[in-house]
Each structure stands twice: as structure tokens, then as C-alpha cells.
T-cell receptor, first 106, second 114 residues
Framework: GQNIDQPTEMTATEGAIVQINCTYQTSGFNGLFWYQQHAGEAPTFLSYNVLDGLEEKGRFSSFLSRSKGYSYLLLKELQMKDSASYLCAVPNKFYFGSGTKLNVKP | DTAVSQTPKYLVTQMGNDKSIKCEQN?????MYWYKQDSKKFLKIMFS???????INETVPNRFSPKSPDKAHLNLHINSLELGDSAVYFC?????????????FGNGTRLTVT
């Protein structure tokens, strides 16, 4: 089975950096996905990690440690529009964590 | 536009009724899914179909019956609706066999059972 944990909610200031963590326990591993979901909208794909290390994509980066069952999403230069829920999903994208609601304040 | 489209966007109905939600994708994907997102925003998989064959059924009551007439369509029929069925239902698609193929979601159907 799958067990995925994320913090429920975080608050950060515009322009700052925030790290959203995800820990997982899974019987199989084929990669980890991060999605963003704005209120009232569908989730959209942000990143995919299958090997250990950091994947950078503009202001967003995602890190994976397979041995620790741990990933994080790093958001730099926060903007108000980054206020959303961030969901991690493993192993074959079927199962999602409960999501972390990020509030960005001016 | 290439997309996953589902209808209707909103559905308000009374307990005991039967309703259907339709989903179509024109991305050429071979796998489609139904997810339920409750009031606590937890996104839970219900069903997955690969090339019209059911591959995942996550302990969903048998009042819920998915139907896939072809690999581009996955509809969800719900019988005898209950208050607890109120949620947002998302359809999604991806390409099986490609581990890095992300899910593409439809815009969701907000079901309210009164």
C-alpha cells in the first residue's frame, strides 16, 4: 500500500522561499509527482522525480531521496499566484498525499 | 484544444436519484481515471481503465459504475445517490507504460446531493 504525508497548511511571504515536504512509504516506486491545485480548479502537473537529487524548473525545484522516502518542493521568489494546494503523488501517480495548502501573504 | 473534458461542471440532485458524469480525452492516452475530492480536499482514486479494461477499483461502493466505450471515454454512473457522495469528481488520463507521463485532469464535476 501507500502512505503519503504532507503538512496540512503553510504560510509564507511574497518574495520568500518555501519548502513543502512529502514523506512516503510505498511497496513499489516508479517516481514521484508534484501537482499544483488552485482553489476550485483541477490539479496541474509541476514536476517528476525518479532519481535522487534536485530537479530545477524555473522558480520551482523538486528534490527526491529514495532511501529516505522523502521529497520536497522548493518555491523561490514567491508570488501571490502561488497560493494553492500542492500535492505529491506516488508511485504510479495513482495515490496522492492530502496536499499542503500554501498561503502567500504580501 | 487538446484536453480532458468532463460534463457537467455542476450537478445538483436529490438523494436516491441516479446520475452520470461524462469524460472524454483527445490526448491519445490509453489510461483514464476517476478521482473523488471531498470537502477536506483529499484526492482519492476511484477507478482506472487501461484500453477500456478496468485495472483499479478502490473499494468504491457498487452504486458507482464506470463505463468505457472506447479508450477516449470514461463515464461514471452513480445509482441511488447519498448525501456522502457530495464531492468534486475529477476525470484524468495518462499514458501507461511511461512512468514520467503525468496525469492530465478534467476541470471537475461538483456534485451536490440534497
Amino acid at each position: 500500500g501507500q502512505n503519503i504525508d504532507q503538512p496540512t497548511e503553510m504560510t509564507a511571504t511574497e518574495g520568500a522561499i518555501v519548502q513543502i515536504n512529502c514523506t512516503y512509504q510505498t511497496s513499489g516506486f516508479n517516481g514521484l509527482f508534484w501537482y499544483q491545485q488552485h482553489a476550485g480548479e483541477a490539479p496541474t502537473f509541476l514536476s517528476y522525480n525518479v532519481l535522487d537529487g534536485l530537479e530545477e524548473k524555473g522558480r520551482f525545484s523538486s528534490f527526491l531521496s529514495r532511501s529516505k522516502g522523502y521529497s520536497y518542493l522548493l518555491l523561490k521568489e514567491l508570488q501571490m499566484k502561488d497560493s494553492a494546494s500542492y500535492l505529491c503523488a506516488v508511485p504510479n501517480k495513482f495515490y496522492f498525499g492530502s496536499g499542503t495548502k500554501l498561503n502567500v501573504k504580501p | 484544444d487538446t484536453a480532458v473534458s468532463q460534463t457537467p461542471k455542476y450537478l445538483v440532485t436529490q438523494m436516491g436519484n441516479d446520475k452520470s458524469i461524462k469524460c472524454e480525452q483527445n490526448l491519445g492516452h490509453d489510461t483514464m481515471y476517476w478521482y473523488k475530492q471531498d470537502s477536506k480536499k483529499f484526492l482519492k482514486i476511484m477507478f482506472s481503465y487501461n484500453n477500456k479494461e478496468l485495472i483499479i477499483n478502490e473499494t468504491v461502493p457498487n452504486r458507482f459504475s464506470p463505463k468505457s466505450p472506447d479508450k477516449a471515454h470514461l463515464n461514471l454512473h452513480i445509482n441511488s445517490l447519498e448525501l456522502g457522495d457530495s464531492a468534486v469528481y475529477f476525470c484524468a488520463s495518462s499514458q501507461e507504460g511511461q512512468n514520467n507521463s503525468p496525469l492530465h485532469f478534467g476541470n471537475g464535476t461538483r456534485l451536490t446531493v440534497t
